[in-house]
């Protein structure tokens, strides 16, 4: 059974930002799909990233200056757009891991008492 994000309005929005911005600082510079596999790889097959939910978030992220984008050639010889992480996204996945991590441990405490 796996999550497909765009049936899963309930997800905060952030979570899929920190995902990508976490991937792209592993992985270097990528192209969506690229992304979307990777995520659907880490989370052994239970999280699904459509066009319609990954596209929007990465256009998000641009905006905000925490990735930018040129366009190059994939693996698979076709024109695609690569993302990469800016100084500005690196600081702002640092500050968002700690959140993450703070907010988390609350929840966990909570379902766990």
Known sequence: MGINMSDRKD?????LDLMV???LHALG???GYGIAQRLQRISEDVLYLNQGTLYPALLRLEQKALIASEWGVSDSNRRARFYSLTKSGRRHLKDEMENWRILSGIVNRVLEA
């Open 29 to 31: 510079s990528m192209h």
């Open 11 to 15: 997800i905060l929005q952030g979570t």
């Open 21 to 23: 911005l976490k991937t």
